[in-house]
T-cell receptor, first 111, second 113 residues
Framework: GDSVTQMEGPVTLSEEAFLTINCTYT??????LFWYVQYPGEGLQLLLK?????DKGSNKGFEATYRKETTSFHLEKGSVQVSDSAVYFC??????????FGTGTSLTVIP | EAQVTQNPRYLITVTGKKLTVTCSQN?????MSWYRQDPGLGLRQIYY???????DKGDVPEGYKVSRKEKRNFPLILESPSPNQTSLYFC????????????FGPGTRLTVL
């Protein structure tokens, strides 16, 4: 079945460090891929998405490129801030109308 | 203000006592969905609805029921809760389907003793 695998956390970085959170997927058909973010005590919010191969989603300095050949959608940011501390979820929707999340990666950015 | 609301936000109950968690959205969204969030498992979809009177099972529907009698409301019903349903529950809605941005409610923390 469809699924998403993301790197284990937690991740702790210093402010201005480079961030990569790995995400790979398994899906039938041609999935759309998403990154959602959950700030402490809140619900999830969409960070970015890509709907076809080679698309790049970007928002708030975060980027992710849909790589069909490696079935990946890694999240990157060049310089993280304390305010980026949150849990990040990779997700997909493929055939049908179901939605699948990864297990989440907790990021803490220290000043 | 555009939002998804859930009630209650916190609930402690006992095994077997029927309960309902309400979810309402004011954005005229077609798609609504329920998820549960558990440590180490992320979010898993329980049920979703593409429109009024149309509901489908997600990944973990056992022990849950839903209904969609009006576009704005999508209650989650636990007819006989068990301790393994202790979790954090989120309702979400989107305009046309899961490919559109999903807007999440604030969550309901349920404890079943």
């Amino acid at each position: 079945g469809d699924s998403v695998t993301q790197m284990e956390g937690p991740v702790t970085l210093s402010e201005e460090a480079f961030l990569t959170i790995n995400c790979t997927y398994t899906a039938t058909g041609y999935p759309s891929l998403f990154w959602y973010v959950q700030y402490p005590g809140e619900g999830l919010q969409l960070l970015l998405k890509a709907t076809k191969a080679d698309d790049k989603g970007s928002n708030k300095g975060f980027e992710a490129t849909y790589r069909k050949e490696t079935t990946s959608f890694h999240l990157e940011k060049g310089s993280v801030q304390v305010s980026d501390s949150a849990v990040y979820f990779c997700a997909l929707s493929a055939t049908g109308n179901q939605f699948y999340f990864g297990t989440g990666t907790s990021l803490t950015v220290i000043p | 203000e555009a939002q998804v609301t859930q009630n209650p936000r916190y609930l402690i109950t006992v095994t077997g006592k029927k309960l309902t968690v309400t979810c309402s959205q004011n954005m005229n969204h077609e798609y609504m969905s329920w998820y549960r969030q558990d440590p180490g498992l992320g979010l898993r979809q329980i049920y979703y609805s593409m429109n009024v009177e149309v509901t489908d099972k997600g990944d973990v529907p056992e022990g849950y029921k839903v209904s969609r009698k009006e576009k704005r409301n999508f209650p989650l019903i636990l007819e006989s809760p068990s301790p393994n349903q202790t979790s954090l529950y989120f309702c979400a809605s989107s305009l046309g389907g899961p490919l559109d941005t999903q807007y999440f409610g604030p969550g309901t923390r349920l404890t079943v003793l």
